[in-house]
């Protein structure tokens, strides 16, 4: 406790009619869902970014499939092609 506790208790009703514990109270709760609304902001941008790197992961997944697919033909062309000279 602090020792002006007693001081403020003993001016009774702020000009607005409120005790300053109430005062205490309603700025606590004001800075309470300042909080609350930042973290949210927070959640959301994070929530929206991981949403756009697991786009960016499953785009790059596809092209590297796309060109093992590429690579995996031209080896097997080679391979045909290796074949025949060998045979010729």
């Known amino acids: ?9 003993g001016l009774g009703p702020t000009n607005g009619g409120e005790s300053p514990h109430m ?6 709760l004001a800075r309470r869902d300042v909080e609350i609304s930042n973290l949210r902001k927070s959640k959301h941008h ?4 991981f949403r756009e790197l697991q786009r960016a ?6 092209q590297y499939q796309e060109k093992i697919s590429q690579l995996r033909e031209e080896v097997a062309r080679l391979i045909i092609i290796k074949l ?5």
């Open 46 to 49: 994070l929530e929206s970014r």
């Open 57 to 62: 992961a499953a785009t790059e997944e596809e």
């Open 84 to 88: 025949h000279l060998s045979t010729a």
């Open 23 to 28: 005062l205490h109270y309603a700025h606590e």
């Open 1 to 9: 406790m602090s020792k002006f506790d007693g001081v403020i208790r």
